[in-house]
């Protein structure tokens, strides 16, 4: 009789992969590299991997008791279902200082969020620093139809990308060698 394996899967870097990789590619919109038309891929993204992943990830996170991972990964998941379902239904409509608003929200979310991670490894507070930072730049561009804040606000979501998937691929080598190769500024005890 072979022995049952009780160990869980992690569910972390499936979540940051598709937070990171849907980040990066509206980044680059939001940053001035590509034009809006290029938003198609991003919303294509946002339903597959940066919403259905994450939420995916989210329920696994709930599964392991795992509070903060459950909130975070269902409730970006939902973030980027919300993105695609405005832009392809309802950004006609809406106003640029509503926009504002709705990042304003996301963005105090995050900052939440933020002070959540203060206990958990550094990696995790930059990522959610960072994201704080890009979604109260972009609610700022949208307010004052100031394209260069916008660009900003894209540069840090490019930062945000780059730091969600350095922890996912430090999560995932990491356990693949059984020691620490990526480092991620975990907590002192």
């Known amino acids: 009789m072979s022995a049952h394996n009780t160990a869980t899967a992690n569910p972390g870097p ?3 992969c598709g937070f990171a990789l849907t980040t ?3 980044s680059l919109i939001n ?7 290029n938003v198609g891929l ?3 993204m946002g339903f597959a991997f940066g919403g259905t992943a ?3 990830a989210g329920m696994f996170e709930f599964s392991k008791g795992n509070t903060f991972g459950f909130t975070a990964f269902t409730s970006y998941g939902a973030f980027w279902w919300s993105f695609a379902l405005f832009k392809v239904f309802f ?3 809406v106003s640029p200082e509503f926009i504002g608003w709705y990042l304003v929200v996301w963005g105090t979310f995050t900052l939440m969020m933020f002070i959540g991670t203060l206990t958990k490894p550094r990696a995790l507070q930059a990522i959610f620093l960072a994201l704080t930072i890009t979604f109260y730049l972009l609610a700022a ?5 100031n394209h260069a804040i916008t ?4 540069n840090f979501g490019l930062l945000t990308a780059f730091l969600a998937f350095y922890l996912a691929a430090a999560e995932i080598i990491n356990e693949s060698f059984g020691r620490t190769v990526l480092p991620i500024g975990a907590p002192k005890a």
């Open 14 to 16: 499936l979540g940051l």
């Open 24 to 26: 990066w590619l509206l």
């Open 31 to 37: 940053n001035g590299t590509f034009s809006g038309d």
């Open 42 to 44: 991003v919303l294509a």
């Open 54 to 56: 994450q939420m995916i």
């Open 91 to 93: 950004a006609s409509t």
């Open 141 to 145: 561009g949208d307010f004052t139809g």
């Open 151 to 154: 660009h900003i606000g894209g």
